[in-house]
């Protein structure tokens, strides 16, 4: 079993999740995997790494798929005993043009971007080693999205107790008041990338909660941050950040230093811990 440490990145083939293996392959030491669902797409972006001089390794991982995750997870536990660093990047946000209905775009955008991230949380994070970081990579879209949301749902989705449960019960709702057509009526905002979003930035402060009732002696860090408006194929050309600065806050994060005691289940955003 290698003692090396190892960081791994969800949905690292293009846009910020490349950006982030290329800092990381830059500032980490130990091993960096980039992870992509598609393993041609994935092997072209770490050769493109490699042609930069730098050392990333790849596994494929589809997030929306529990036993590729699993995979992962045996691989993991068996060549390096855990994890140190985890950013889950991995996302999917329709084109505000698209013409898929609204209840279709909830559903898909709510599988990938909460259920899958939880799914991998769920199954990664009890490999996450003492002095470990973990990164779930939200959006501003989520705060603006909860401040459009009633008033009964910020308070659920703000209050300090609020269990995984009652989170999934939650998102689940919304994708069914979708297609029955009283999302509006029943207090959402008109954003299923948003609230998909509330989900994993509160997920991320229930998981924190946990570390902390759970294994507070192994001072892992786990955050929630916004990478800004980033020129990816998802954000489009004309945003203000270039993938690689996009990519700092989550880096930061995921390199907060062995000794750091915060931030701890913060929504994080030019480095600076934004209020939720």
Not at 31 to 50: I, M, S
Request: proline share 5%; glycine share 8%.
């Amino acid at each position: 079993m290698s003692s090396t440490p190892v960081a791994v990145v969800t949905g690292g083939n293009k846009g910020i999740g490349f950006a982030i293996v290329r800092a990381l392959c830059k500032q980490f030491t130990g091993d960096v995997y980039l992870t992509a669902r598609d393993p041609g797409r994935g092997q072209t972006a770490v050769t493109k790494l490699q042609e930069e001089g730098l050392s990333p390794l790849f596994h494929q991982l589809d997030i929306d798929n529990l036993q590729s995750i699993r995979t992962l997870r045996d691989f993991l536990k068996e060549k390096y005993g855990g994890l140190n660093v985890l950013v889950n990047n991995a996302g999917i946000a329709f084109k505000v043009a698209d013409t898929t209905p609204f209840a279709t775009q909830a559903e898909v955008t709510m599988r990938t971007n909460f259920f899958a991230t939880r799914d991998v949380c769920m199954e990664l994070l009890p490999l996450i080693k003492p002095h470990g970081r973990v990164v779930n990579v939200s959006s501003m879209v989520s705060a603006s999205a909860l401040a459009r949301c009633s008033q009964d749902l910020q308070r659920k989705f703000r209050s300090d107790t609020i269990t995984d449960e009652e989170l999934v019960k939650l998102m689940t709702k919304f994708v069914e008041d979708t297609k029955n057509g009283v999302h509006e009526k029943e207090g959402w905002p008109n954003t299923a990338y948003g609230v998909s979003k509330i989900g994993v930035t509160v997920l991320s402060r229930i998981q924190a909660r946990m570390l902390n009732e759970e294994r507070k002696a192994d001072q892992i860090l786990l955050n929630a941050c916004c990478p800004g408006w980033v020129r990816t194929d998802m954000a489009g050309p004309s945003a203000t950040k270039s993938p690689d600065e996009g990519a700092e806050t989550p880096v930061y994060l995921a390199l907060l230093a062995p000794g750091a005691d915060g931030p701890h289940g913060q929504f994080v955003s030019e480095k600076k811990v934004q209020k939720q």
